[in-house]
């Protein structure tokens, strides 16, 4: 269903957004895994999966739920923070440290990151736009573009 032009997406509190990313996390981490991961079902939905980055100041490992699609053997999310503004705390530290981890349903990789650019972020977006016809709209939340992050699998 395609976005009504000029229309403003519901977006839940920012308070219910955060409780719903502990909640995940929390269900993920008490059921030793088992659930709280998916993969995309098909081309017009987005799976999940838990990115753990080095922290930039601490240098400790942290973790977050991210929605992705693949892109062969990639993986695409947004760095969107909840369509607040500001770069979500994973971003700016995979741009200090872009070498992360990625579990997925039934997998672990090692991955590297980094911001698509110009025809590949155009193409990867619109991929987005099929999985979320509101992207464009939610992006306009935003006083800052929201960055593309290609998750390239390393050799382990």
Known sequence: MPS?????????????????????RAVYRATGSRLGLWPPKDDTHWGTMQLTVTGRRTGHPRSVMLGYFEDGPNLVTLAMNGWSNGEPAWWLNLQSTPDATVDLKGERRTVHAHAAQGPERERLWSRWREIDHDLDAYAARRSTETAVVVLEPTPT
């Open 4 to 24: 009504t032009p000029g229309r403003r997406p519901f977006l839940p509190p920012r308070w219910f957004i955060r409780l719903a990313w502990y909640t995940h």
